[in-house]
C-alpha cells in the first residue's frame, strides 16, 4: 500500500512538472518570438529612416548586432546586404513573401528557413519612397536566437523539477505513513469485530479526519453487536420452536443434504450429521425413493408409511425461498402408530359389542313382535310392547350397521367384480322409499347412467344411505335431482335435494359414526347416525372420492366420484 501509494504521488508529480516544464518552455517561446518580432519590426523602421537621409551610410556601419539588413530595390534587386560582401550576384528577391507584403503597404513578420543562411529566420520589411526610387528595407533574425535566451530560464526550470520531485516523494511517503498508519487500525478494528470482539476502540486523537474515521468505526462496531445479537436470539428461538415441535422435521436443500433436522425426526429416522445426505437419515430404499420422487418433482405429498415398527404420516413438499434460486425440500414427520392402534382397539371393540348386541336384540325383537301381536290395540299394554318393539328394531338397524362397517374396515366385505348400472342402483334406492316420497309429495328426477365396476350390495348400501337422507331431510314439496355420468376413468354421481341443509360447522364431522347434526329429528326419522360412516367407507373401499356441500334452508348436494374399474 506504502509503495502504491508514494509511485502513484510520484506519477502524479512527474505528470505534473512535465506539464508545467513544456507550458513554461511554449509561454518562455511565445514570449521570445514576440519579443524578437517587436525588434526586428523597430530596426526596420530606424533602418528606414537612415536610408531615407543618407543611403550611404549602411555601407559605413561595421556592427548590425543579431541584426540582417538587406536593401531591395522595387524590381528585386538586392542593393546591400550586411550579411554578405558581395550582395550584387545575390537572387532576385521580388517574389519573397515579406517583400510582396511591404510593397503592398500591409508589411509583416515571416518566418522562413533561409537557403543562404542555412537555418530558420525572422522577416520584416518596409517600403520607403527614396531618391532612387521605391525601396524595401528587410530586417532579418535569427530564430535559433530565441534559445539563447531560454538556456538558463531553461536550467532554472530543471532545477525547480528536481526540487519539485525530491519534495514530492517526502511528501508523499509522509502521506502514505499516515494513511498506512489509519488502515492499518481499520483493519486491526474490523478483524476484531470480525473475531467475534465487539469492544469499541479508543479515540484520543486530536485530528479531525483521525476522530471521524474511529467514530464511524466505533458505530459500524456497535452496529454489528446488535446485528449478532438480534440473529442470535432469533436463531435460538427458531432452534428452540424446531425442538419443542410435535412433528418431526428435515430440511433438505437442491443436492439432498440434510440442512436441518429436529429431535423428534431423529428419534422416528435416524440420527444424521447436519450436512449429511438424507439417504444416511432414512434406511428403507422405497421410502427414500417416494420422498425422492415427490421432490424432485416439486410436489406436494402427504401418504402413510410403516417405518420400524411405526405407523408414520409424511408430508413432503418444495419451499421456495425468498431471494433465492435454490428450493428447500421439507419434510413433516407425524408419528401416528398410538392413533391407529386405538383406532384398531375401537374397530375391535366396535365388531364385539356388535356381535354381543345383535342376538339378545334379535330375541327382545322377535318376543316384543309375539307380545305385540296377542295383545289388543286397545290394552293400556299395548302401547308400550309396541314401544319396546319400535326401540327393538332401531337398535337392531343400529347394530346392523356397525357390523357393517366393521366389515368395511376390516376389508371382509363382498368383492365381487361385475358390470354394475349405477343408474339402476339409484333407481332400486329410489324404490325403497316410495312410501316416504308419496307422503311428502318429493319429486325426484335423474339423467345419466354410468356403468362401474364391483359389487351391487355394496353400491346399493352406499347410494340407498345418500338417497335415504335425500328424502328423509327434505321439505314437504321438495324435489331430488340425480345426475350420472362418466368419463374415460371414473363415474360420478351427483344427489341434489332441496332440504333442511346443514350448517357449514357440521360438515367436517358429517361423516363420523353418530354424528348427528339435529339428534331429535334424527329420531323421528329413524336415523342411526352411521349412514354417511358407512357412505365413507364404501367410497374409500372403492378408491373414490366423496364430497357434500349444504347450505343451510336451501339444500344438500352430495357427489361420489368412483373408478369405473376397481383398483
Known amino acids: 500500500m506504502k509503495k502504491r501509494i508514494i509511485l502513484q504521488s510520484f506519477i502524479i508529480s512527474l505528470v505534473t512538472a512535465l506539464v508545467v516544464f513544456f507550458s513554461s518552455i511554449a509561454t518562455h517561446y511565445s514570449v521570445q518570438e514576440h519579443r524578437i518580432k517587436q525588434e526586428i519590426a523597430a530596426d526596420a523602421e530606424m ?32 542593393l546591400f546586404d550586411s550579411g554578405k560582401s558581395d550582395s550584387e550576384n545575390m537572387e532576385d528577391h521580388s517574389s519573397r513573401q515579406e517583400v510582396v507584403s511591404a510593397l503592398k503597404g500591409s508589411p509583416e513578420v515571416v ?36 534559445w539563447s535566451f531560454s538556456g538558463i530560464a531553461l536550467l532554472y526550470v530543471a532545477i525547480a523539477l528536481i526540487v519539485a520531485f525530491v519534495l514530492s516523494y517526502l511528501l508523499a511517503n509522509n502521506l502514505s505513513g499516515k494513511v498506512e498508519d489509519r488502515l492499518t487500525d481499520l483493519r486491526d478494528g474490523l478483524r476484531s469485530a470480525n473475531s467475534g470482539n465487539y469492544s469499541l476502540r479508543p479515540c484520543s486523537t486530536s485530528d479531525a479526519l483521525d476522530f471521524s474515521i474511529i467514530s464511524e468505526l466505533n458505530e459500524l462496531v456497535a452496529a454489528l453487536k446488535e446485528n449478532y445479537d438480534s440473529v442470535t436470539t432469533e436463531k435460538a428461538k427458531l432452534a428452540s420452536i424446531i425442538d419443542n415441535m410435535t412433528q418431526g422435521l428435515v430440511v433438505v436443500d437442491g443436492k439432498g443434504s440434510v440442512v436441518i433436522r429436529n429431535s423428534i425426526a431423529e428419534q422416528l429416522l435416524g440420527k444424521i450429521k447436519t450436512g449429511a445426505a438424507l439417504i444416511n437419515m432414512i434406511d428403507d430404499e422405497g421410502l427414500y425413493g417416494k420422498i425422492n420422487s415427490v421432490l424432485d418433482a416439486d410436489g406436494n405429498e402427504t401418504f402413510p408409511c410403516e417405518y420400524h415398527g411405526r405407523d408414520l404420516v409424511l408430508n413432503v413438499f418444495r419451499m421456495k425461498q425468498w431471494g433465492v434460486s ?20 375401537k374397530s375391535v371393540f366396535f365388531a364385539n359389542a356388535s356381535h354381543e348386541l345383535k342376538t339378545p336384540l334379535t330375541s327382545v325383537q322377535g318376543l316384543s313382535e309375539v307380545l305385540l301381536s296377542r295383545t289388543d290395540e286397545n290394552s293400556p299394554d299395548y302401547k308400550y310392547i309396541k314401544r319396546i318393539y319400535t326401540e327393538s328394531v332401531r337398535l337392531h338397524n343400529i347394530v346392523m350397521d356397525m357390523l357393517y362397517i366393521s366389515k368395511l374396515e376390516s376389508r371382509e366385505v363382498a368383492r365381487n367384480r361385475e358390470k354394475v348400472s349405477l343408474r339402476n342402483v339409484i333407481e332400486d334406492s329410489t324404490q325403497a322409499y316410495k312410501d316416504e316420497i308419496a307422503a311428502k309429495e318429493i319429486t325426484v328426477s335423474s339423467e345419466g347412467d354410468a356403468v362401474v365396476e364391483g359389487d351391487d350390495h355394496n353400491l346399493y348400501e352406499c347410494f340407498n344411505n345418500i338417497i335415504g337422507n335425500a328424502v328423509h331431510y327434505n321439505k314437504q314439496g321438495g324435489n331430488i335431482k340425480v345426475t350420472l ?46 349412514g354417511l360412516s358407512i357412505v365413507k367407507h364404501i367410497v374409500a373401499l372403492y378408491g373414490g372420492t366423496l364430497d357434500i356441500k349444504s347450505e343451510v334452508g336451501r339444500g344438500t348436494t352430495v357427489t361420489v366420484k368412483l373408478p369405473l374399474r376397481r383398483k
Request: some cysteine; hydrophobic content about 35%.
Open 47 to 78: 533602418f528606414a529612416d537612415i536610408v531615407k537621409n543618407d543611403p550611404e551610410t549602411l555601407h559605413n556601419i561595421s556592427d548590425f548586432g543579431n541584426a540582417r539588413v538587406t536593401v531591395i530595390s522595387e524590381d528585386g534587386k538586392v
Open 111 to 146: 518566418k522562413r528557413y533561409s537557403e543562404t543562411l542555412g537555418r530558420s529566420m525572422y522577416y520584416y520589411a518596409l517600403a520607403i519612397d527614396t531618391d532612387q526610387g521605391k525601396l524595401v528595407i528587410r530586417v532579418a533574425e535569427s530564430a535559433s536566437d530565441i
Open 326 to 345: 435454490e428450493n428447500l425440500g421439507i419434510i413433516l414427520i407425524s408419528d401416528v402408530t398410538k392413533e391407529k392402534e386405538l383406532s384398531r382397539q
Open 485 to 530: 355420468s362418466q368419463d374415460d376413468t371414473d363415474a360420478i354421481v351427483s344427489v341434489e335435494d332441496s332440504g333442511i341443509g346443514i350448517a357449514e360447522e357440521h360438515l367436517p364431522y358429517i361423516c363420523e359414526r353418530f354424528y348427528r347434526v339435529d339428534k331429535s329429528r334424527s329420531k323421528q326419522t329413524g336415523g342411526t347416525g352411521l
